[in-house]
Nanobody, 115 residues
Framework: QVQLVESGGGLVQGGGSLRLSCVAYGSTFRLNAIGWYRQVPGQQRELVATISVGGSTNYADSVKGRFTISRDNAKNMVYLQMSSLRPEDTAVYYC?????????WGQGTQVTVSS
């Protein structure tokens, strides 16, 4: 099993930037494609960005051109660089793998964008 810990969230003004980090404790992290998800209370969790084992990336249309996902397999880390943030990006952000049974979800990191 892999333990996930997200960090880097906060309160930012619209148009600002944040960099989220996710550290995974477990040896299988580097063998999996990883995604960043976000969830607003009362809504379904949304997948916003993915990165393959080899580094290929994909983005939801809502964040394309503004968010960049990256990973450092040597450190078991995945990052989400967010820029040009909008109030609608406000959510709790989580990382997890994108195929197979979900690992246990971490506590997430809250991102709040003010208008």
């Amino acid at each position: 099993q892999v333990q996930l810990v997200e960090s880097g969230g906060g309160l930012v003004q619209g148009g600002g930037s944040l960099r989220l980090s996710c550290v995974a404790y477990g040896s299988t992290f580097r063998l999996n494609a990883i995604g960043w998800y976000r969830q607003v209370p009362g809504q379904q969790r949304e997948l916003v960005a993915t990165i393959s084992v080899g580094g290929s990336t994909n983005y939801a249309d809502s964040v394309k051109g503004r968010f960049t996902i990256s990973r450092d397999n040597a450190k078991n880390m995945v990052y989400l660089q967010m820029s040009s943030l909008r109030p609608e990006d406000t959510a709790v952000y989580y990382c997890n793998r994108v195929a197979g049974v979900d690992w246990d979800w971490g506590q997430g990191t809250q991102v709040t964008v003010s208008s």
